[in-house]
Structures are given as C-alpha cells and as structure tokens.
C-alpha cells in the first residue's frame, strides 16, 4: 500500500506559490549538487511533487558521493523515475554527457570537515567551480548558486538586520571564517562566469532555516533544542543564550529557491531568510512551549556584556536578514511563522511522524 508523503501539505503550499514557474521546466533536465542534505532534500521533494502534479515530463540528476547510502536514507526520493543519481565529488566529478538546462548547486553538507577550513575552503570554491563550469558547458538557462549570509561577516551590533548591500566581510586572518570567505569566493565565481560566458547565475544568500531533514544532531541550535524535547530532556542551551537569530520554514525556503533560480536577477544576490529575529534563550523557550510536559531550559552561563559570539562560523551577535530587495522584486514573503514551523518539524520528527499525512 503507498504511503501518504507526510509533507503533502508542505509541498502543496510550495506548489502554490510557485505555480506560474514550474512551465520552464516542462521536459527539461537538471543537474543539482548537494541534493542529498538538507537544501537538496526540499529542492526534490518539490521537484518531484511538481513534475508528478503537472506532468512535466522533466528529470533531475543528483551528484552524491554515495548513491546507496542515499537510497537508504530517502528512497523514495532516490527510487523516483524522475531522478538519476551521479556518483562522485562535488569538487571533481566528471560531468555527465547529456545536457542541463539548469544546474543547482546546493550548500554542501558541513559537519564532517567543520574543524578542517581549508578542506570546507576546498569544498565550496573548487565545487562552485565545477558546477559553474558544468553550467557553461550546458549552455544552461540558469545556474543557482547557494551562499551563505555568513559572506557578511560581523556586522556591527547596531546593524539589526542585514541588506544586501552591507559591504562587511569575514575577517581574512580568522580560521574561523573560512566559511564564509569561501562563499564570498564563490559569488565572485558566478560574477566572473556571468561575465566572462554569459552564465545566468542567481545567488541566494541563505541565513537559518527549521523543518524535515534538519539534522538534530549537528551544529544548528534549533535542531539540537527540538531533539532535546523529543527525548524528554532539558532543552540545553551551550552558549549564554545572547546572540539574535532568525528561521525560516523549510517549504518557504524551497519557494524562494525556485523562485529566485527562475526569476531572480543574474548575479543579484537575494538574501533567504527570516525578519523575525529573536535570542538564542527566547527560542529555546519557545521550543519548550511546544512539548507536553514542558521540558525545562538549561542555559550554560549567563551572558556578559562585549563578549563577542563564538562558535558559528562567519556569524555576528545578530544574524538576521533584511529580506526586502526579495519581497519587493520577487513577491517573496515568509508563509509560515516560527512557532508554527517548530510545530511541523517536531510532528515530522516523532515516530510515526513520516508515516502518516500532516494534517
């Protein structure tokens, strides 16, 4: 018996605000890497959703280093006659001999080399090259290329929310900020290839996001509070609870991706991301409220004044994004508010959260 996608609701909503896009696709072929992580896992769930739902007729070929791990953990997604797996490194694969008419090029999946900068370096420049090159090659119509909003470095504390024409940069002899200097590399690659070949590249400057396939066991806050109130512990906050975030639903996220590689300006970088920014210790309590009983909140330290954030590579005291230049040329808007994406996350992570229809 087929099992109702647990997402159906999410990926309907994507599908509505992306209706008037998904003809560009109608019988095409596309490329994405870092379709296995989190990103890439959103991009095919609505890819799919859409091709089924439209009868586009269009496939997709996602790049992973280990094709039967993927089937193991989506195979639904890996199975689908729609998609064709490519083994092989982001930095190096050979390039498949049919053509794309687009090529996404997803974040790629930190946690394993996140104490090794130049290998994260390595990864991101030599990748962006590669799918950029891949790209030309094709002759594609549009190239995606997934920033960071870490490319703004730390703004100043006064900066509550960041544009896209804040000229800040990650401090170059921080090892901390390979990440986000690498990033910034990155969109320079897109400007060049734009330049020099006419690649339409669009970059999406991404910030935080909450929802399915976040992993709970990795670096992002978010995912390790809801993962303390699915196990019945205190939500644990390391920190002092201090720094300003934002979140932004992971359907809405697929939106502004789709939109932004189909409609966006070439090299106008878009930042993706959430206005509503609050602390790290409001958004633990906030987790909290939505678990019965209420888990307590454990936060390390208390917080003192003048000390600068650590531990989030190329991040500030505030990371929030002005996500204007997005809402006024691209109709974006956030669908989904804060409470009620931890809601969906928490629902989808529960045991029999995968296995029956949100509703």
Known sequence: MRVANPLARDLDLILDH???????????????????????????????WANDKFGLNANACVLTRNPAAFRHKVPHLANHPSIGLWPGDARTFEFPEQRFSHVIHAAAEMDTVAHDELTVMDIIVQ?????LELARRCDAQGCLLTSSGAVYGQPPSEQTHIPETYGGAPSTTTPGSAYGEAKRIAEL?????????????????????????????GRYAIGN?????????????NGDGAPYRSYLYAADLAIWLWTILLRGKECQPYNVGSEDGLTIAELAATVATLFEPKPDVLIARAPVAGTPVAGMRGASHRYVPSTQLAQQTLNLRQTVDLKEAIRRTIRYNQPDGRSNESN
């Not at 990748?127 to 799918?131: F, I, Q, T």
């Not at 909450?210 to 066991?217: E, N, T």
């Not at 509070?225 to 906050?237: E, Q």
Request: charged share 20%.
């Open 18 to 48: 992306t209706r008037d896009l998904w003809e560009q696709l109608r019988g095409q072929h596309i490329f994405i890497t870092g379709g296995t992580g989190f990103f890439g896992c959103w991009l095919l769930e609505s890819f799919i």
């Open 127 to 131: 990748g962006s090259r590669r799918a």
């Open 189 to 217: 690659e897109g400007a060049l290839y734009q330049a020099r070949h006419g690649l339409p590249v669009k970059i999406a400057r991404c910030f935080a996001f909450v929802g399915p396939y976040l992993p709970l066991d």
């Open 225 to 237: 509070f809801i993962r303390d109130g699915l196990n019945g512990t205190p939500i644990r906050v």
